[in-house]
C-alpha cells in the first residue's frame, strides 16, 4: 500500500513564526502535492512537484514556499506564518502521467490541523 | 481546466441507493471522470474513474452519458460508514494537476 505521512497531526503556532510541514511518500511517485483545505471552500491547490527540485505554483502560492531535495520528500514552508494560515494541510503523491497515462491517482496523508494563534 | 458543479449536500438512509450527479460542461476530449470520497479528519481517497459509458467496482458505479457533460456516482445500499465528502473531479490527461471543488456531503441515516 502506497503510504503518504506527515511529520504532525496537530500544530500550534505564532504569528511571524517560521513553519516547516513535511510529508514523505514511500511508493517512488514522481509528484508530490500540497492542498489546503477549510471550511467551505473544499481542498485548494498550493503547490505541487514532478520532480526532485521542481515546482509549480498551485492556485494559492501566496504566503508559502516548497521544498524538495528528494523524490520522497515533500516540505511546505510559512515564512511568516499569519492566523489567516490557519488551516488543514493535506500532502498528497501520485505517479507522473507520462508514467501512468490512464490513471493518476492521488494519495494523500492524514493532514496536519495548523493554528497559528 | 474543466470546472465541476455538484449539489452542496445529500441525505440519505440505510439501504438506500445513492445517486450523485455531477455536471461537467467544458470537459475536453481526452479528460477523464474521477470521484474521491473523504471522511472526517483523513485524506480523501479515490474510488472511482471512467471514460464513458458505465465503470463499476467494489465500492460503487460511475455511469457517464455518451455526451460526457455530465456523470453519477452511484453507491448502491448505503450504511452509516458511507457518510463522508464525495468529490466529482475532471482529470486532465494532459496534466497531473488536479481541480478539488467543495464536493457532495452525504450524510446516512439509521
Known amino acids: 500500500d502506497v503510504k503518504v505521512t506527515q511529520s504532525s497531526r496537530y500544530l500550534v503556532k505564532r504569528t511571524g513564526e517560521k513553519v516547516f510541514l513535511e510529508c514523505v511518500q514511500d511508493?517512488?511517485?514522481?509528484?508530490m502535492f500540497w492542498y489546503r483545505q477549510d471550511p467551505g471552500l473544499g481542498l485548494r491547490l498550493i503547490y505541487f512537484?514532478?520532480?526532485?527540485?521542481?515546482?509549480e505554483k498551485g492556485d494559492i502560492p501566496e504566503g508559502y514556499s516548497v521544498s524538495r531535495e528528494k523524490k520522497e520528500r515533500f516540505s511546505l514552508i510559512l515564512e511568516s506564518a499569519s492566523t489567516n494560515q490557519t488551516s488543514m494541510y493535506l500532502c498528497a503523491s501520485s505517479l507522473g502521467y507520462l508514467v501512468q497515462r490512464l490513471l493518476h491517482e492521488q494519495y494523500f496523508g492524514p493532514g496536519t490541523r495548523l493554528t497559528v494563534t | 481546466l474543466a470546472k465541476t458543479t455538484q449539489p452542496i449536500s445529500m441525505d440519505s438512509y440505510e439501504g438506500q441507493e445513492v445517486n450523485i450527479t455531477c455536471s461537467h460542461n467544458?470537459?475536453?476530449?481526452?479528460?477523464?471522470i474521477t470521484w474521491y470520497q473523504q471522511f472526517p479528519s483523513q485524506g480523501p481517497r479515490f474510488i472511482i474513474q471512467g471514460y464513458k459509458t458505465k465503470v463499476t467496482n467494489e465500492v460503487a458505479s460511475l455511469f457517464i452519458p455518451a455526451d460526457r457533460k455530465s456523470s453519477t456516482l452511484s453507491l448502491p445500499r448505503v450504511s452509516l460508514s458511507d457518510t463522508a465528502v464525495y468529490y466529482c473531479l475532471v482529470d486532465p490527461n494532459n496534466t497531473d494537476k488536479l481541480i478539488f471543488g467543495t464536493g457532495t456531503r452525504l450524510q446516512v441515516f439509521p
Open positions: 511508493m517512488d511517485h514522481e509528484n
Open positions: 467544458n470537459i475536453a476530449t481526452n479528460d477523464y
Open positions: 512537484s514532478y520532480d526532485v527540485k521542481m515546482k
